[in-house]
């Protein structure tokens, strides 16, 4: 059986979080219990209206 930090850590990484405070919000939320394959990647690209884009940064 896999522990709950044990699954927060890879799960942290994945998103960038390389320090505590990530590891510590996953394990407050009880995300690590939800399976992976139903997380949004971490190069995810949001689409919304308000959202401008790189092309306004040019």
Excluded: W
Aim: glycine share 8%.
């Amino acid at each position: 059986m896999i522990l709950g930090p044990e699954k927060a850590c890879p799960r942290a990484l994945l998103y960038g979080g390389m320090s505590y405070k990530p590891v510590r919000s996953i394990l407050d939320k009880g995300l690590e219990q939800i399976p992976e394959e139903f997380t949004l990647p971490a190069d995810a690209t949001l689409q919304h209206e308000n959202i401008r884009g790189k092309q306004v940064y040019q």
